[in-house]
């Protein structure tokens, strides 16, 4: 029978336990957040999801942001200008290391959206882009 300590009389001492365990996790906790500094969220389904299941804390490790503020634009159900708004304003907030930060949306954002920017002091590059008809549903920027 094969046990997982070498020893089965001396299995590890507790401070030698918790030393490994505090290892792992440390381990586990560096490539989360490597995997998050770079994130595309190709919904505002994925935005919603993304914040309501990723810690705050992990968001300041985003350097480079993609992000879509729409569903599918043929959808009956759209979320409304301030849900889309507010979700990129707290996505935003929690992104002081953010870089990069690509916007697609479908019109405009509410004014609000541009509180976050002056407190994304490495932000080098913005690009943003209307996902809908300029026609039907017109790209306003609100600059401060």
Known sequence: ???PFPNPASPPTAPVFLLALEYVLTISAC???TLLQSIKLSSFSS???FLQNVPRSYCASIETLELTTHDDLF???HPCLRERSDAVVALLSACPRLAALTLHVAGSLHPLVISPFPFLANLKQLSITNAASEQTFPLQVFLA
Do not use: C, E, Y
Request: net charge positive; no cysteine.
């Open 75 to 77: 959808l009956q159900t």
């Open 47 to 49: 935005l919603a999801r």
């Open 31 to 33: 490539l989360v957040l």
């Open 1 to 3: 029978m094969s046990t």
